[in-house]
């Protein structure tokens, strides 16, 4: 296990509301990442980090913010949640250049 | 526009059979190639990865080879095992860059 944890595992929300998800981890990893998993897209990237306050963005960045304070914790937040964003979000982690992602185990998250 | 393909959605092999799993990129730039497998409910596992100075790597079961004047890598195993049904998921990126992109994925099932 890599030592990641994403909080919650599961949630519903109504399209217009705000919602964050957690990345946490224990493995004092430089890098984290936001990735989305829909059929037919495989996994996308939403955002990602390489330091403390060092954020960029990915292919699917839109309707996304990010905030990482604290090397153990990766926030990401929908301002206003959308039907589209519908989806299963994972949060992933890495060491250094030349190095896999690994990955948390998920959360699903419904937007009705 | 994807930059990683995995044409082939699915792949039913018999239990002790080679499983080749394909996967096609169109960025010249990318020299790191992994490989993942995904269980329902669970986040992506790495299995294996390649770098661009080699055309294979091994190992147990795994093997991936890289072609890269077609822009091309597989996945093979052997022999095939009826735990080795879950979804494979192919990645790539610069080894020095930040970003890794995946592919839709091909879902194995193993027949025993």
């Known amino acids: 296990d890599a030592g990641i944890t994403q909080s919650p595992r599961h949630k519903v929300t109504e399209t217009g509301t705000p919602v964050t998800l957690r990345c946490h981890q224990t493995e004092n990893h430089r890098y984290m990442y936001w990735y989305r998993q829909d059929p037919g897209h495989g996994l996308r990237l939403i955002h990602y980090?390489?330091?403390?306050?060092?954020?960029d963005k990915g292919e699917v960045s839109d309707g996304y913010s990010v905030s990482r304070s604290k090397t153990e914790d990766f926030l990401l937040t929908l301002e206003s949640a959308t039907s589209s964003q519908t989806s299963v979000y994972f949060c992933?982690?890495?060491?250094?250049?030349?190095?896999?992602?690994?990955f948390g185990n998920g959360t699903r998250l419904t937007v009705t | 526009d994807q930059q990683v393909k995995q044409n082939s959605p699915s792949l039913s092999v018999q239990e002790g059979r080679i499983s080749i799993l394909n996967c096609d990129y169109t960025?010249?730039?990318?020299?790191?190639f992994l490989w993942y497998k995904k269980y329902p409910a669970e986040g992506p596992t790495f299995l294996i990865s390649i770098s661009s100075i080699k055309d294979k790597n091994e190992d147990g079961r795994f093997t991936v080879f890289l072609n890269k004047s077609a822009k091309h890598l597989s996945l093979h195993i052997v022999p095939s095992q009826p735990g080795d049904s879950a979804v494979y998921f192919c990645a790539a990126s610069v080894e020095t860059g930040n970003q890794f992109y995946f592919g839709t994925g091909t879902s194995l099932t193993v027949i025993p």
């Open positions: 960025n010249s730039m990318f020299d790191y």
């Open positions: 980090s390489y330091g403390v306050k060092d954020t």
């Open positions: 992933a982690i890495r060491s250094r250049d030349n190095s896999p992602l690994h």
